[in-house]
């Protein structure tokens, strides 16, 4: 297969949000633990979710982090993979955004995961939470949406990693905030020398 001369194979592992930019895993696992000190006792799920968007000549991947405290604000970041084609079937963008969130996944091992519950642990009595989840971006209704076919095979695959999977309308980590960012159409300038 010929690749795009124009627009590079980006995938990085730097995270961004709307006050910093240049994050890797280790800093926002740093972020979202300080984000949980701030308030112990709340309850907190983290999230994470891809999304994807076809453009010409190019596939644009938005995954995205987010730490969630109850009724009470999140903290969230982000990171771009660009596809220099243009990935047409269902299932292979799916798949695909589900894999990006499984690698993610990945980094929070069960060590990270037991770092940040030990937060709350001190306040589980008094009600203190902590959950992961990967939001998938599909439905299961087979008349509106194409992606509900494979709803099975995705939601297999987060629980074997031992994560909780959300699909539609409950997914707002992928078809919300990831979304948000991957509709865009621009590509971030990149050295060369990167790829």
Not at 54 to 75: C, D, N, P, Q
Not at 99 to 104: K, Q, R, Y
Not at 153 to 169: D, Q, T
């Amino acid at each position: 297969m010929r690749r795009n001369p124009i627009i590079p194979w980006i995938h990085s592992m730097e995270f961004t949000n709307t006050t910093e930019r240049h994050m890797d895993l280790c800093a926002v696992y740093s972020r979202i633990d300080a984000f949980m000190r701030q308030e112990p006792h709340a309850n907190y799920t983290l999230v994470i979710g891809t999304d994807g968007q076809v453009h010409r000549g190019f596939t644009k991947l938005i995954t995205g982090i987010i730490i969630r405290r109850e009724s009470k604000g999140a903290w969230a970041c982000y990171r771009q993979v660009i596809i220099p084609r243009e990935i047409m079937s269902v299932r292979e963008k799916l798949s695909t955004e589900t894999s990006l969130s499984e690698e993610i996944a990945c980094f929070f091992d069960k060590r990270k995961r037991n770092q940040l519950e030990d937060i709350i642990m001190p306040f589980v009595y008094q009600g203190a939470s902590f959950d992961v989840s990967i939001h998938i971006d599909a439905g299961q209704d087979k008349i509106k949406s194409k992606t509900a076919f494979f709803v099975t095979e995705m939601v297999n695959r987060v629980e074997s990693l031992g994560w909780v999977p959300v699909i539609k309308p409950d997914s707002y980590g992928a078809s919300s905030y990831a979304d948000r960012y991957s509709k865009s159409s621009s590509i971030p300038a990149v050295s060369l020398a990167k790829i």
